[in-house]
């Protein structure tokens, strides 16, 4: 299945409608004229059909990236603390989540997809 945004779509058939209402009051030719208005007509059809059509509830993805955090390990060594990575948190909700689970694709909580870049 392939979602697509059903407004957009038919504005742009709103846009083609007009071209062809333009073109139409232009037109001499009645074969033209005939083929044009045969167009408007199809177009408004495909989107009353549209229209009636259910609608499929759902959400735009969205996008995040999970966030290190650290914490001190209790190690010095030439005066710098040695840190270690305790977790992530997701970008978009903050969920933290365990080292190991650094790898999943989707935040668990929110649903978020894990690939934004830097
Ligand atoms: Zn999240």
Known sequence: MRLIDADELQNVMDEN????????????????????????????????????????????VRYGKWIPFKGETGVEAFGYTEYTVLGFGCSICGADVDVSEEYFKYCPLCGAKMDLEE
């Open 17 to 60: 409608i007009e071209i062809h209402k333009k073109l139409l009051a232009g037109e001499k030719n009645p074969d033209e004229k005939d083929f044009l208005c045969s167009e408007i007509t199809l177009l408004r059809c495909i989107k009353e059909f549209i229209d009636v059509r259910k609608t499929i509830d759902a959400e735009p």
